[in-house]
């Protein structure tokens, strides 16, 4: 992929923050399951926490390109790090495409200054990948809507200042009455989140339960009409899953990088091992498999660029779920060729393998991406 003038200086300056600011950390966050509470600063001073913001509102108004580079360049060390950069797409985009002018008035500039963490509330105990399955439930009462229910898998939840909520709001079929309501966590009564779940890898990214007991939620706080919440989750979905394709990439990256120096230095039979065909064979394998999957993953993010809403459907699923199998596939070779040593912690490749594998479930199973990509190909 041949970048702008812009985009090299902005890929060059995300690389250096992360070596001054992520990669000291990044051990240290995975081994106590800590948020980077200090990195929030750091990145909304750089403009990554509020990249999709645009101009005219204050904020940087980055593209999905810019988005992508940013996950990739972080996630090679450190795809909970990774994560931060661009936290707030699941919250403003809504906005962005399906809000009021006096949402957007407000809530933009407000993200803008790249100090409010915001999440997205969809997922239930009994509903990920079902959509429509949802029970949580928003009834009018007067000015406000009353909410009752429970949310699962809130990634930065706890932590948020904000949450995009959806909960049904009639008795339609399937995601016909889905609404998003915008929640002010702070000034809300009724909501409860419960502990943070103890994850095989993605450490330090908060993912909590959250509990729903007669939220009450001013009906300007909806957004767009009753029913209309589908919409927007799948339109933000559609351009947050060439990010998580993004930040596989990364990961690989980051794995096969650890792993050529890694076989360049250790010596069996008195030759490196890099010098076996073997592993060579390996290397040669996972070089082409990063290649391919970031070459699919920017054709995506320039389809989103240019706002192909028709064909960027099918390229967000086919890019989240070729690039995170990559990433699995990579990581747990990279392990196999640090062999004894890349199953204990002081090497970094066992880390991003347990990483790789959230990839292939969250923002939509890769058994999902592959019924997208089916649907599409039977419309087209």
């Known amino acids: 992929m041949q970048l702008s003038e812009d985009q090299t200086a902005f890929r060059d300056g995300v690389r250096r923050m992360v070596q001054d600011h992520v990669a000291p950390l990044a051990a240290e966050i ?13 990145y909304g001073d750089m403009g990554l926490l509020q990249l999709w913001v645009p101009e005219a509102y204050g904020g940087p108004g ?8 940013a996950r990739e360049e972080i996630a090679r060390v450190s795809e909970s790090c990774a994560l931060m950069a661009g936290m707030n797409t699941m919250f403003a985009l809504p906005i962005m495409h399906f809000g009021s002018a006096a949402q957007k008035q407000h809530y933009l500039p407000l993200l803008a200054r790249g100090r409010t963490v915001t999440a997205i509330a969809i997922s239930e105990p009994d509903c ?15 000015d406000h809507y009353v909410i009752n229910g429970q949310k699962q898998w809130c990634t930065f939840g706890s932590r948020a200042d904000y949450l995009m909520l959806f909960a049904k709001t009639g008795d339609g079929a399937g995601a016909s009455d889905i609404s998003a309501f915008i929640v002010d966590v702070k000034n809300t009564k009724g909501l409860g989140f419960g502990r943070n779940e103890r994850k095989m890898g993605m450490k330090g990214t908060i993912n909590v339960p959250i509990h729903l007991d007669n939220v009450r939620v001013p009906v300007d706080h909806m957004l767009g009409a009753e029913g209309q919440g589908f919409r927007s989750a799948m339109r933000a979905l559609d351009l947050n899953r060439p990010a998580i394709a993004a930040a596989s990439v990364g990961l690989a990256q980051g794995a096969f990088d650890a792993a050529l120096d890694y076989a360049r230095q250790r010596r069996q039979f008195k030759r490196a091992i890099i010098e076996f065909q073997g592993i060579q ?7 082409m498999q990063i290649e391919a999957a970031r070459a699919l993953t920017y054709e995506c993010a320039r389809l989103g660029d240019a706002e192909d809403w028709a064909q960027l459907p099918i390229f967000a699923s086919m890019a989240k779920c070729f690039a995170s199998d990559v990433a699995m596939k990579v990581t747990t ?10 199953y204990v912690r002081d090497y970094p490749v066992e880390k991003m393998m347990r990483d790789a594998k959230l990839n292939q479930i969250f923002e939509g199973t890769n058994q999902i991406q592959r019924v997208v990509i089916a649907r599409e190909l039977m419309r087209s």
């Open 30 to 42: 995975d081994e106590n399951d800590r948020f980077p509470e200090e990195l929030i600063e750091v």
């Open 62 to 69: 980055a593209n999905l390109t810019m988005v992508c580079l």
């Open 128 to 142: 990920g990948s079902d959509v429509g399955g949802m029970r949580t439930r928003a009834v009018r009462q007067g």
């Open 281 to 287: 064979f390996m290397l040669a394998d996972m070089k």
């Open 333 to 342: 070779d990279a392990v196999q060729v640090f062999g004894g040593y890349g």
